[in-house]
């Protein structure tokens, strides 16, 4: 025969077991909500940068670069950052897209 354990006893484990339960949630709360946050960066000065220059300056903050379009500017600088979308000094994440606008020539 099994013997019959005390309604204290039976409390008491399954306190224990609630307990651990509400850790385990909230650590993997905790966890997931880091994870997406992720590393946070500014966004880099980028306007009057050749095209391969401001991707480098965006690749060693680990953000990526869009050419939204290239507008017609004056020989001198073709390829060059005109605009930049966020703008510079803005605290993004990690991964980030940032779409630039490159001057053209005529």
Same mark, same amino acid.
């Given at each position: 025969?099994?013997? &019959?354990?005390?309604? &204290? !006893?039976? #409390?008491?484990?399954?306190?224990?077991?609630?307990?651990?339960?509400?850790?385990?949630? !909230?650590?993997?709360? !905790?966890? /997931?909500?880091?994870?997406?946050?992720?590393? $946070?960066?500014? !966004? @880099?000065?980028?306007?009057?940068?050749?095209?391969?220059?401001?991707?480098?300056?965006?690749?060693?903050?680990?953000?990526?670069?869009?050419?939204?379009?290239? #507008? @017609?500017?004056?020989? #001198? /600088?073709?390829?060059?950052?005109?605009?930049?979308? @966020? #703008?510079?000094? /803005? /605290?993004?994440? $990690?991964?980030?897209?940032?779409?630039?606008?490159?001057?053209?020539? &005529?």
């Amino acid at each position: 025969m099994v013997p &019959r354990q005390s309604p &204290r !006893v039976i #409390a008491q484990r399954l306190l224990v077991i609630a307990l651990l339960a509400a850790v385990f949630c !909230v650590s993997a709360g !905790v966890v /997931t909500y880091l994870a997406l946050r992720g590393r $946070t960066v500014e !966004v @880099p000065n980028l306007v009057g940068k050749s095209e391969g220059e401001a991707e480098g300056a965006l690749a060693e903050q680990g953000l990526r670069m869009q050419v939204r379009n290239r #507008a @017609p500017g004056s020989q #001198a /600088t073709a390829g060059v950052v005109s605009d930049q979308s @966020p #703008a510079a000094g /803005t /605290t993004v994440k $990690t991964g980030q897209l940032v779409r630039v606008s490159l001057a053209a020539a &005529r």
